[in-house]
């Protein structure tokens, strides 16, 4: 199986090459795309395209759509993160029973839009009527590829891509942009059978915090015999209780002398230590009976809880200290990162210059090999032409 992970903005190489004079890391290009499908062994036959994006270049999001799909391969689609504007394209290139997201995901699909930037520094009425044509033509495009690949209503998909608003994985699933919502992993019994010392205060740490992605919260009790076995209980907190689901069979003596017995995986009876029933059984309706002896001491297992919690204070001392610390190195980056690109934009002619090489992440429509000479080749060359006269004059 061969997978590709789409984790940056959708660029036209020259777009890259700009980026990278700024000192950013680039996008991804239907260049990248097409060496990736041509390495490809003939022999493997699937392709999980994981998607985390913003979108970005119009022509290019059809280009890695229309080269995935030329692959004939069985092609399945995963939002991880986000999935916005021509991202979204490249996500239909899988079967809708194959367009999957995780539970927390969001997509963002809208009417494509052109920076002013681009049509330069004057423009006549006849420059933006074209551009809103072809504006339109892409909208309606974007459109119809919604409508026959989800099946969705066409005036409701136009109204939410009017809208320009991220929706849930829940509504994606209404709409037929994707078809399995991907549950995070829970945690069985079984899991949790044999954890080590380092799992016990990771699931505690987690009780607090919450569950990462990379170790999914724990959600049993594990309680130590009197023998030294390991009975597993279904419950998060407090003590075991008649009913609880528990593993494995038998009559486990614990170290508190009372006697659980658990039978099919459940807890059937919890009998208490002999000593303490003959006591209550010989003081039962008697004046004078003195209450039974309390155990002195505290249990293991409130022993292990106090480790636990100081373990935990320890850890949030450390996390809070650890945030500090990563904010002012942050911030002291982002100054330096700052100054960085100002000088490299000074080096490169200043911003006038640099903004005027830089293209519109929507661009009107052509299918044409970039060598050829397109309408939209003569087009802007014409627009820079104008912008090209208009500096001079002025």
Avoid at 119 to 134: M, Q, S, V, Y
Avoid at 215 to 240: C, F
């Amino acid at each position: 199986m061969a997978v590709l992970n789409i984790f940056n903005d959708i660029q036209s190489e020259q777009d890259k090459a700009v980026t990278r004079m700024w000192g950013m890391e680039p996008g991804i290009s239907f260049r990248d795309i097409n060496q990736f499908c041509d390495s490809i062994p003939e022999d493997d036959n699937t392709i999980d395209v994981h998607i985390h994006c913003n979108g970005g270049d119009v022509l290019e999001g059809w280009a890695i759509y229309d080269r995935l799909r030329a692959t004939g391969k069985e092609i399945t689609t995963i939002v991880d993160g986000t999935a916005a504007s021509m991202a979204t394209v490249i996500m239909m290139a899988a079967p809708k029973e194959r367009r999957k997201a995780y539970a927390n995901a969001q997509i963002l699909v809208h009417n494509p839009w052109l920076d002013p930037a681009w049509i330069g520094l004057t423009a006549t009425a006849d420059d933006l009527e074209k551009a809103a044509e072809n504006l339109k033509a892409q909208q309606d495009r974007i459109l119809d590829l919604y409508v026959e690949r989800c099946g969705c209503d066409r005036e409701e998909m136009a109204a939410l891509m009017a809208e320009d608003k991220f929706i849930s994985v829940e509504r994606a699933m209404e709409l037929g942009m994707v078809g399995e919502i991907i549950a995070p992993i829970s945690a069985s019994i079984n899991k949790v059978k044999h954890m080590s010392i380092r799992e016990r205060i990771i699931n505690a740490i987690n009780s607090v915090f919450g569950s990462s992605e990379d170790e999914p919260r724990m959600m049993a009790m594990e309680l130590a015999t009197a023998s030294g076995d390991t009975l597993t209980i279904d419950r998060e907190e407090g003590a075991p209780a008649v009913g609880d689901k528990a593993e494995p069979d038998g009559e486990w003596l614990m170290p508190d002398n009372t006697t659980i017995v658990v039978a099919d995986g459940v807890i059937t009876e919890i009998r208490q230590p002999e000593e303490q029933v003959e006591a209550a059984e010989e003081g039962d309706g008697q004046e004078g009976d003195e209450p039974a002896e309390e155990t002195d001491g505290e249990s293991e297992l409130e022993k292990e809880n106090a480790a636990l919690k100081e373990r935990i204070a320890e850890l949030e001392a450390q996390i809070a200290e650890l945030t500090e610390r990563l904010e002012q190195a942050e911030a002291k980056a982002k100054t330096q990162d700052d100054l960085r690109i100002l000088n490299l934009v000074a080096m490169a002619g200043g911003a006038e210059k640099v903004f005027t090489h830089i293209q519109s992440t929507y661009k009107p429509e052509t299918r044409e090999p970039v060598t050829a000479k397109t309408e939209e080749a003569v087009e802007r060359n014409y627009i820079r032409e104008r912008i090209e006269a208009a500096r001079k004059k002025k």
